[in-house]
């Protein structure tokens, strides 16, 4: 019931109680007519066997069947029944309108009219039959009988009328007929006048109630007629009323709301351009700044060179210090100001992970040894569908992170399938970091354990670039840290089927290749890595090469047909390295330091003063690398 509309209740309320009205008093009706014609029966049949017990009175006390025949036979004539019989007094039958019956048993009553059997279809009733006298009382008369009380009249007989109850039955049958009639009708009647004051009362209800899930809806312009009259006319008004009123509240509430978020966008434009011409700033500022930084680490290098006693070699090694924290700061400003400024355009492809691992191994395996660190990298066979450029630089910041933040123990990178990708991680056994500080770590200048902001590590850029990174080539990035037990970062790059060589289309996009000579007695380590940054700004690809056997290694490779570099770049003294460089004469070299001037060397390489200038040194790659392509184009 509680599921039910108002049409529903309201006819409900309506249609019970007059249903219940009337069904109660139909079997009232019934009942009491049915009663009424049971009980008139009853009296007729009991008037009828007096009257013929009367009559029968002389016939019975003289014998004669013959008469008391003829009143049986003409009692049939009288409405309902069905036979008449007369008994004597000891039961036995003197006369019947049919067959004579079998005598009474039991005897019925001597002195009073009664019932002595019924059931469904028929009634049987008996009335004794007195013989009467008449006294005279005279008193002349000497045997005149004494007053007193009278004795009871001798019983003669009795006679037995049997009533038939069908045509009671048919009048209960036609009574109920006429009773179920008129509740039908009353019902109908009823009903119909429910529907009507249904109609009339809930049309107004469902009205509002469309009403309401049209406001629900959003429309709130609407007006409902005030026709209803009474209770439901003044509800239809005060509802007209708060439509409208909740009308004008959305359009003032949607007038601030843009005007709200007008201001949100010139607020987030201007933000926009705030953090734009920050990086844009950073990124300039980064990248004029590491020229002069640039020769003033070559001259600090010369002073170290050319220093006169301890102390001045101690200054010189201060002095080269403080100027490569700076150079690794600045570094950091700029890749993040040009990730910030110009993004990222990941150039996915099949990628050998071993092969970045190797690249890494050689990257950082002798700042790890320095560090008194193990650096790991376990073998693998996986290849993924990624930028191998971006994934080396990736995973170079997590492994730079890692040292600086471990004092002891090792450094693992390895990589394990999880279904359709490869989860690729860098694991260390430094301190660890708290939980509340996980998410933290990968915002710009964030760094756990470093409040005093020391130089030997860095800015906190470092994981801000990773998760710049990780997010530009959609790799899911994770860590999974405890206080004392080391961290383990990991992204997860998508698998994909081994090739056997690389496409040539993919080989045209990469950028060239340098080969870096970085050994020897004239070597000038912070030169070398001035270098390295350089050729990676320029969109070049460097390999250092630290030994004779690595140079011949790399020959061989050429000759096998793997890629080799377009040219020799040597920071340090030239007249060391001729027998390295006389080994590929066909390809370019570039010698930085030295006695020779600028121009083509006796030797038939390029020589240029120590410290470079950048531009020089950027146009002289520039005209290498096209002549070398119009070489091999011929």
Known sequence: MKNWGIQTRILLLALAPAVAVAGALSVYFVLALLSDLDRDLRDRGLGLARQLAAIAEYSTYSGDRQTLGSVALAALEEAHVNSVEV???EGEALAASGALPAPLSPLPSPTQSDVIHEDEDHLRIAAPVLRHRFDIQDPFLAESPVAGRPEPPPLLGWVVVEMSRQSLETRRQETIAFTLTLVLLTVAATSLLAMILTRQVSRPIVRLEKAVERIRAGQLNLQLPADSGGDLQRLEEGFNTMAQALQEARDNLEGKIA??????????????????AKSRFLAAASHDLRQPLHALNLFASDLKNHARGPDQEKLAGQIGTSIRSMSELLDALLNISRLDVAGVNPQPLATPLQAIFDKLQQTYAREAENRGLRLRFRPTRAWAHTDPALVERLLGNLITNALRYTERGSILVAARRRGQAWRVEVRDSGDGIAPEFQRAVFEEFVQVGNAERGQGKGLGLGLAIVDRLAKAMEAPLDLRSAL??????????????????????????????????AYGPGFMAESAEQLEAWLRDWGLRCRRVESVAAAQALLAEMAAGSEGPFLWLAPGNGTTLREVLALAPERPAVIIGGEEQEGMADGGWFSLPHPARPAKLRALLQRLAGELEKTENA
């Open 484 to 517: 004392g037990q080391g961290s383990v970062f990991a992204v997860q790059l998508p698998a994909c089927a081994a090739v056997a060589e690389t496409p040539a289309a993919e080989l045209e996009q990469r950028p060239p290749l340098a080969a870096l000579l």
């Open 259 to 276: 005007d709200a978020t007008r201001e949100l966008e010139r607020k987030r434009a201007e933000a926009e351009r705030s953090s734009l």
């Open 87 to 89: 008994y004597d007094q």
